[in-house]
């Protein structure tokens, strides 16, 4: 395409009046032959204006690569550049930029370094570099892009501020080229840096808030079947460990913890030697033999916190399967290669170290498994995005997570759009009241640190975990309750097909919902029978516990088929039953209360 091209010069018309939201067959990285109509659209308005930056979010999967080259090919058509420069985060995405804008009739050299100064090859349009490459030469980089007209495609931006050199070095290197393409997934951090070439605009408290030129949200792309639907099946269970001062410790996740203690229990749901994890691995990959029975290329990810955890996950995978599991750890030569490789196989799983976390396009990639301790939001929607990306319609993708809060509201929050937000000046005092904080802090860990250093018998360890199935999320609902692994109702959820429209995919999670609740009910209705043998009575906090646990459980249940509130099926049972609230309830009052709810859910 080319600045002649009607569809991008037709005044007064949408990008919705050319083409469909989405085209049959996904095309390879830049070379769509047909944009999509959110690309049209996009690429109209920056024709319009013409501007030096321009800031572009478009959900993973989007097809932010077809955009910017498309673009950068009109923008060379019609001399507004003649080079073109593409910044990306690694080493494997300068390459993966390199093959897609070859498709698209660019020519970038990925293999440039700074040790060839401003020869890259009278052959080629331009470069693609890492934003460590330009932070150690910005100079360099600089006199570069100084050297033509060039737009710089600045990929994943928010990594310009990853740290203050970074930031300074962009701004140097490219603070005189003559365009300037931003583009992001997740356009926001987790910090107060800021992105180069970004416009922050104040708000009323005092802090700034990122402008985006043209935003294409997950929402959006979900409901032009662009990007899959992704369903989080989340696993709690109980776990115990020993704290680093010698104590045994026991939680399950998901049950209001201090913040301290859901870390603890998380960390130990990660152990690779525990219960929790394989598990939770083997229903990832029963979920996966579902899906491959009408996507039989689909492929699965876990994303791992550290080397000795991956190795371990993909060891157990490989017993599991018994086929070679592809292992990405981001200190190996040859791991763009294994990427590749996977990428353009039908093996079943690939096991990696945050490398996989961004940018990097593996489309067949439909179920996951976030075996990793990073809650931020942007890393987790940057996970996510690994399996987003769409081949054809239907296609959905399975997350498979722990039941942690941070988890669970990222999760429920997916659709959410989000800007970078940098905080406004704080007050003297305030400054002061963080600098005493902090050196406050940094006290107690000294003294935590020589008092753990004076008696070294105690350490962190993973006694032992449990899995079983919480519950499935999807759209921001929830769906389900506890199952045991390998039980019916577990493999009721795990066992729906790989090809749904969003719309299927909710209603099957409703009818998997409904019927879970009532072999749940059909279940505890055996327990009303008296015992054949009589059994030694339990101590009267212990029952009241379970039957408190078995009541909210039901309650829980009874709620997701009627859409009830809890509080307002709890006020009820307490009006037609009587009694008082649970907490002062007797086992008599609780039980009458169940045994309310389990005729109301039986069918």
């Known amino acids: 395409m080319t600045d002649s091209d009607p569809a991008l010069h037709l005044p007064g018309t949408s990008a919705a009046e050319h083409l469909p939201p989405a085209y049959p067959e996904r095309a390879a990285h830049g070379t769509a032959g047909t944009l999509r109509a959110w690309q049209e659209e996009a690429i109209r308005k920056y024709l319009e204006v013409g501007p030096r930056d321009f800031l572009a979010s478009a959900t993973p999967g989007a097809g932010k690569t077809t955009f910017a080259l498309r673009l950068a090919s009109i923008l060379r ?32 050299n990925p293999n440039y370094s700074n040790s060839d100064g401003l020869g890259y090859g009278r052959h080629y349009h331009g470069v693609a570099v890492t934003y460590a490459q330009v932070a150690m030469k910005p100079v360099q980089h600089r006199l570069l892009t100084e050297h033509a007209d060039t737009l710089v495609i600045l990929d994943e931006v928010h990594h310009g501020g990853d740290a203050l050199s970074w930031g300074d070095a962009i701004r140097e290197a490219y603070g005189t080229a003559r365009r300037r393409l931003s583009l992001t997934g997740t356009p926001f951090r987790s910090d107060d840096a800021p ?35 992704v369903i989080f099946m989340v696993y709690a269970g109980k776990m115990r460990w020993q704290t680093s001062a ?8 998901g049950e209001g913890n201090t913040k301290d203690i859901t870390s603890q229990a998380w960390r130990t749901a990660l152990d690779p030697s525990g219960e929790w994890i394989s598990k939770v691995l083997a229903a990832a990959d029963r979920r996966l033999t579902e899906v491959r029975q009408q996507i039989p290329d689909a492929g699965g990810l876990v994303i791992a916190t550290d080397h000795a955890a991956a190795k371990s996950y993909a060891a157990q995978l490989q017993q599991i399967t018994g086929e070679e599991v592809a292992l990405i750890l981001s200190d190996d030569s040859g791991a763009s290669e294994r990427i590749d490789e996977y990428s353009k196989g039908d093996s079943r799983w690939m096991v990696a170290v945050r490398m996989v976390s961004e940018g990097v396009d593996v489309p067949r990639l439909a179920v996951g498994v976030y075996a990793t301790s990073s809650s931020t939001p942007l ?40 800007n970078h937000v940098l905080e406004g000046p704080k007050s003297a005092e305030e400054m002061w009241d963080a600098e005493a904080a902090l050196l406050a802090e940094a006290e107690r860990e000294d003294r935590a640190s020589d008092e753990l250093a004076e008696d070294e018998r105690f350490v962190y360890q993973a006694l032992g975990s449990d899995a079983h199935f919480d519950r499935a999320v999807f759209d921001g609902t929830e769906f389900g309750g506890y199952a045991e692994v390998e039980s019916e109702e577990e493999l009721d959820f795990l066992g729906f097909p790989g090809l749904l429209e969003p719309q299927e995919v909710k209603a099957l999670l409703q009818q998997r919902q409904a019927k879970q609740a009532r072999r749940s009910a059909d279940r505890q209705g ?7 043998k009589a059994e030694a009575p339990e101590a009267l906090h212990r029952t009241l516990g379970e039957q408190r646990k078995l009541l909210n459980s039901l309650v829980g249940m009874y709620s997701k088929v009627t859409g009830e509130a809890h509080k307002d099926i709890h006020t009820e049972l307490r009006r037609s039953c009587g009694g008082p609230a649970v907490a002062q309830a007797s086992v008599t009052q609780i039980q009458k209360r169940i045994d309310t709810l389990r005729r109301r859910l039986r069918p």
């Open 77 to 108: 058509a019609n001399h507004t550049v003649s080079q073109i420069i593409v910044v990306a985060p690694t080493e494997h995405l300068k390459t993966q930029w390199a093959d897609a804008a070859m498709r698209a009739g660019i020519r970038l």
């Open 195 to 229: 992105i180069p070439f970004v416009e922050y605009a104040p708000q009323g408290d005092g802090s700034r808030l990122s402008l985006t030129d043209y935003d294409y949200g997950y929402g959006r792309a979900l409901a032009d079947g662009i990007v899959r639907p």
């Open 246 to 253: 010698g104590e045994e410790m026991e939680a399950s996740l």
């Open 379 to 418: 890393f987790f929607a940057q996970a996510i995005g690994r399996f987003v990306r769409s081949r054809r319609r239907g296609e959905v993708a399975s997350v498979f997570i722990p039941n942690v809060p941070a988890l669970m509201q990222l999760a429920s929050e997916l659709e959410k759009e989000r």
């Open 526 to 532: 055996i327990l009303e029978h008296a015992p054949e």
